[in-house]
């Protein structure tokens, strides 16, 4: 498997999550906000990201229509969790409180794709479109870095579903 494979790369930023998630119990004031801020928007590129890449791909080639309307309802609930976290003063219990909640549903949905979106994915979409995706990851994140562009509106399950992926490598075309 490629390290460009989007399977691998999906699975390289859940670790990023996870660290950046835990790295907010060592800051306080500006530090923390920034942090926060950081990862907010990475989770919401993530989400994008995994709607128009991954998940059309989940419903239309393994047979994933159910885990891919789970997967958008969890990053829907992702969004709220973390637009919650915004409603507070940074650093204060309620504050705190929201952070742990948007780390928890992230958690939740993290280990639900590794253990049961990944491997039907991986089986039903070959290793060429996978690393193709992989670009395709890549590219999409270099346009929208720090969320650039993109609303943070809820997803719809239909929407995504419908989303045709092209085929191919993006930087050949």
């Given amino acids: 498997m490629s390290d460009f494979e989007i399977t691998a790369l999906v699975l ?5 999550f996870r660290r950046d998630f835990a790295a907010l119990d060592d800051l306080s004031g500006e530090e923390l906000a920034d942090a926060w801020g950081a ?15 991954f998940y059309p791909l989940l ?4 047979d994933g229509e159910q885990e891919t309307a789970d997967g958008v309802h969890d990053h829907n609930e992702i969004r709220h969790a973390a637009a919650a976290v915004e409603e507070h003063e940074v650093g204060s219990e309620a504050w705190w409180e929201a952070v742990r909640n948007a780390r928890q549903v992230n958690a939740d949905h993290m280990a639900e ?9 991986k089986d039903a979409v070959d290793d060429e479109q996978r ?7 890549l590219a999409f994140h270099d346009e ?9 509106d809820d997803a719809k399950v239909a929407e995504v579903v419908a989303i045709e992926v092209p085929e191919g490598d ?3 075309q």
């Fill in 144 to 152: 929208h870095e720090e969320a650039e562009g993109l609303s943070g």
């Fill in 113 to 121: 794709e590794e253990t049961e979106f990944f491997p039907p994915f």
């Fill in 39 to 53: 990862l907010h928007a990475k989770l919401e590129v993530h989400a994008v990201a995994e709607e128009q890449l």
């Fill in 12 to 16: 390289a930023e859940h670790e990023i």
């Fill in 59 to 62: 419903a239309q080639e393994a």
């Fill in 131 to 137: 690393e193709a995706l992989g670009m395709r990851w």
């Fill in 170 to 172: 993006p930087s050949v």
